[in-house]
């Protein structure tokens, strides 16, 4: 299991970060001023720092410093919106740069992201009775395979990576297929239908009215 720390003043926010961290499978840790950020990076390994600028103690941009010798990825997220403060946070070495307010799905997607891109992704990903094994792209529901086609395979990760969210039809059309979702198109709800009943999904993957779909988790 991945551990995150979440570097954040504001205790609604940080808790809020956490709670849908913590429903997608990461551990995660919090820090509310630089200055515990620093002494819990020098304590424990993390494989992912989420980090305010605008911080008591010691702000972003030093406690940045701070982390980069001990090769864990950052990824910044604040209300500093400016383009220079993202040209300034990308150059002194951040991962990524997230802007509030945002959307949790942005946030998982580009978390993801980044463990990927350091190859700390976890392998298995459990959700109930189900087992979804990301190195071989396997699944199985208790001892038992479950041969899903491509798209289901991706579609049942992304619902378990986001649990307990709206899912817009355009976010999953997008992120499955990599195309602009035009808005006529039923390929996303005969994936979804198909995907639900292999696996037994469907009182748990519920619709959403003029929205699209909700793993209830």
């Known amino acids: 299991m991945n551990k995150i720390l979440i570097v954040e003043d504001e205790v609604p926010i940080s808790n809020l970060i956490k709670e849908n961290l913590n429903d997608a499978g990461y551990l995660c840790f919090c820090a509310f001023d630089g200055m515990q950020a620093a002494d819990m990076v020098e304590r424990e390994r993390y494989d992912l720092v989420l980090l305010d600028i605008m911080l008591p103690e010691i702000d972003g941009y030093e406690l940045l410093e701070y982390i980069k010798p001990l090769g864990i990825p950052v990824i910044f997220l604040t209300a500093k919106g400016d383009v220079h403060d993202k040209v300034k946070g990308l150059k002194s070495g951040a991962e990524d740069y997230i802007t509030k307010p945002f959307e949790i799905v942005e946030l998982l997607a ?52 986001n649990r307990n969210i709206a899912l817009y039809r355009d976010f999953l059309y997008e992120r499955v297929w990599g195309e602009t979702y035009l808005g006529a198109s039923r390929t996303v709800d ?10 037994g999904l469907e009182h748990k993957i519920v619709p959403v009215y003029k929205v699209g779909y909700r793993l209830e988790a």
């Open 110 to 161: 580009r978390v993801e992201t980044v463990l990927r891109r350091y190859g700390k992704t976890q392998r298995y990903v459990t959700l109930f009775d189900i087992t979804v094994d990301t190195l071989s792209r396997t699944v199985k529901k208790g001892a038992d395979p479950v041969a899903l086609t491509a798209k289901e395979y991706d579609l049942l990760l992304l619902f378990a990576q």
């Open 190 to 199: 005969l994936h979804v239908q198909r995907m639900r009943k292999k696996l």
